[in-house]
């Protein structure tokens, strides 16, 4: 199928354009990019005039849990034990949908348990299920009984981290998650203490590296966050400066050490807005000047929205770029490329993904309104294309009534 979008106010991925565009898209990739002109449509595109809508990348969640429900409250370790697998399945179909629908056309599926991460990513490129492209972790690695051990891998030692790379690596994952720090959802594990020592950290990420898999290390507290910048893991989530014994430990020299390595940050703002903030009032806004303070250092940050935890839904990364935007202080440029350009980069795939770029995958979305002067627009996506395929189509009858 071929199509061309015009559009007066492009997004491309780092910028707005405001001027005539036609984007011609043919197969799944972005073919040209050439100012308008009415000449007519000879080549019997499916002409989809986005005037007075943005055209932007597909959007990049770095950081889902595909097969849990927000609303499936309480300590995870007490009611994954008793669901069924198939339930995990049928509620990552569900939550692929919302991705979908919310303009997100790849994620990083953080942490699933068993296969059912593998299942999911092959029905959807199977085309049998509706969704993201997913790039998958497969099973985080963890010590027995820490950090989301129900459904991770336990690895005690720096063979047992070896050998759960590898067999993470012969799983075909696409990256490699692990838990330097414990967690919330894992009441027993120490989220302001270190589960690994560095130079365990140090082996994995060596391994890793051998397998040519990103690392994405969960990390709460600290000394965590130290271990994994001195071992040069590729994107650290959630990144809260928890002290050892309470309150905040936030290092400026590390802070400046994430900025000079080009270590991504997932704050994972709408679970710390929604959830921590009532939660641990005293401090959250300590956490959230520390964030300010790493935004001026020059720290790159990721949209990740750890959809699937409580209270974060499958729709809520234009939540999260809004945060970004509105309470850390990015420009809206610099918000939408963490959820774009910056993203695809993070994970290995700025070649093909993040940005409307010709000869890239045909990954667009088109929001309602101007994107440029208010950042909430992202949250009203009329339209989906996927690979070089409309999968979203709110908008079709308002676009293709005035075919020309
Ligand atoms: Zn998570």
């Given amino acids: 199928m071929k199509y061309k979008i015009i559009t007066n106010n492009l997004f491309d991925g780092h910028n707005f354009h405001k001027r005539s565009l036609e984007i011609t898209i043919n197969g799944n990739k972005v073919e040209k990019i050439q100012p308008y002109h009415e000449t007519g449509n000879n080549d019997k595109a499916q002409i989809i005039d986005a005037r007075g ?11 889902v849990h595909v097969t849990m429900n927000p609303d499936d409250v ?15 399945i049928l509620k990552g179909m ?9 303009g997100v056309t790849t994620v990083l599926e953080c942490g699933a348990c068993s296969d059912t991460g593998f299942i999911l990513r092959e029905a959807i490129n199977r085309g049998i299920v509706k969704g993201p492209r997913m790039l998958i972790s497969g099973n985080p690695i963890t010590i027995t009984g820490g950090h989301c051990h129900y459904m991770g891998i336990e690895a005690d030692n ?10 993470l690596n012969k799983q075909e994952v696409d990256f490699i998650k692990f838990m330097p720090t414990g967690g919330s959802l894992t009441p027993q594990s120490n989220r302001r203490g270190v ?21 994405v290390a969960h990390a709460l507290g600290t000394e965590g966050i130290v271990n994994s910048v001195k071992a040069g ?16 430990l936030f290092i400026e020299a590390v802070a400046e050490e994430i900025a000079d390595k080009g270590i991504f940050v997932t704050p994972t703002l709408p679970s710390a807005f929604r959830y921590t903030a009532r939660m641990a009032q005293a401090g959250f806004e300590e956490r959230i000047n520390n964030y300010k303070t790493m935004h001026s250092l020059g720290v790159k940050f990721l949209a990740g929205t750890d959809a699937g935890v409580p209270e974060v839904g499958f729709e809520d990364l234009a939540y999260s770029v809004q945060l970004l935007h509105e309470e850390i202080g990015l420009s809206i440029e610099e918000a939408i490329e963490t959820a774009t350009s910056n993203a695809a980069k993070a994970i290995g795939k700025e070649e093909e993904l993040g940005t409307v770029e010709v000869g890239k995958l045909a990954d667009l979305i088109i929001v309602k309104g101007d994107l440029s002067s208010d950042v909430n627009c992202l949250k009203q996506v009329k339209y989906v294309i996927k690979d070089g395929e409309r999968v979203v189509e709110k908008g079709r009858d308002a676009y293709e009534n005035q075919l020309h």
């Fill in 94 to 102: 569900a939550n692929a949908l919302s991705l979908i629908n919310s």
């Fill in 158 to 167: 720096e063979d047992e981290i070896r050998k759960a790379v590898r067999h």
């Fill in 195 to 215: 589960q690994y020592s560095l130079s365990e950290v140090e082996v994995l990420v060596e391994e890793a590296k051998r397998c040519q898999k990103k690392v």
């Fill in 74 to 88: 309480g300590r995870w370790d007490d009611w994954i034990k008793e669901e069924r697998k198939e339930i995990l």
């Fill in 233 to 248: 893991v590729d994107s650290i989530e959630h990144c809260a400066w928890l002290a050892p014994e309470d309150g905040y």
């Fill in 53 to 63: 809508d943005t055209v932007l990348p597909g959007l990049i969640d770095t950081h």
